[in-house]
């Protein structure tokens, strides 16, 4: 009996020490589950930044907001001279069916492409000087009488010449450079958009006159009856 007893307390104390190790290890070592359950959550993703956009460039002058007139321009370029005043040599005075002009609608240089005509002015008397005032208000008159606007009044400044590119605008900047005071006026009709250009200049003027139109095709294919001819 004292065997059996014996054997008996042993076998307690071997099932009490694993029941002890077995609800040690539960303790210590946490399901794989639950390990996932507990982990620290990954940091949340920063949203990328927005890519900076470059500030679009300034509007061009819309001519759609100048107002149609109907006055009598009568013939091409328009517009007169001033009494007193003459085109001192031929070369003051260009005129091209077709050719481009470059204007400043007080933002960017923008495009014509038409009809031109270019002169400048000196005056007849050098005692009976015209004022730079009396010039620009003549014109502006003028203008603004036979329904145009003004697109822009000041010097022409330097940094849209440049970024045109200067060889550019002087093949068609018709007299006028940056840093010169300049007037530009457009008149719009039904079936014309004429553009003018002052530079008042001390005792002369320089005077363009562009009317947008589409270039006249003068050249075609020769016909197979001329090339036998040759």
Request: aromatic share 6%.
């Amino acid at each position: 009996m004292k065997t059996l007893t014996l054997s008996s307390v042993v076998l307690a104390g071997l099932l009490a020490a694993c029941g002890s190790k077995k609800t040690a290890d539960e303790t210590t070592t946490p399901p794989s589950d639950a390990s996932a359950t507990t982990a620290p959550a990954a940091p949340a993703e920063t949203p990328a930044a927005a890519p900076t956009t470059a500030a679009a460039p300034a509007a061009t002058f819309d001519i759609n907001t100048v107002p149609i007139s109907t006055a009598n321009l009568g013939g091409f370029p328009y517009l007169g001279k001033l009494p007193g005043y003459k085109i001192n040599v031929p070369s003051d005075s260009v005129a091209f069916e077709f050719d481009r002009t470059y204007v400043y609608d007080g933002k960017n240089i923008v495009p014509v492409e038409g009809r031109v005509l270019r002169r400048e002015y000196v005056p007849v008397n050098d005692q009976k000087e015209t004022s730079e005032l009396m010039m620009q208000r003549n014109y502006e008159n003028l203008v603004k009488s036979l329904g145009g606007v003004q697109v822009s009044s000041g010097q022409l400044p330097a940094e849209p010449v440049d970024k045109l590119g200067r060889e550019e605008f002087n093949k068609h900047s018709g007299g006028i450079d940056p840093g010169n005071q300049v007037d530009t006026y457009v008149i719009r009709q039904k079936d014309k958009e004429v553009w003018v250009q002052l530079r008042p200049d001390h005792y002369r003027y320089q005077l363009n006159v562009t009317e947008k139109a589409a270039m006249p095709q003068k050249v075609t294919i020769v016909p197979a009856e001329e090339l036998k001819k040759n």
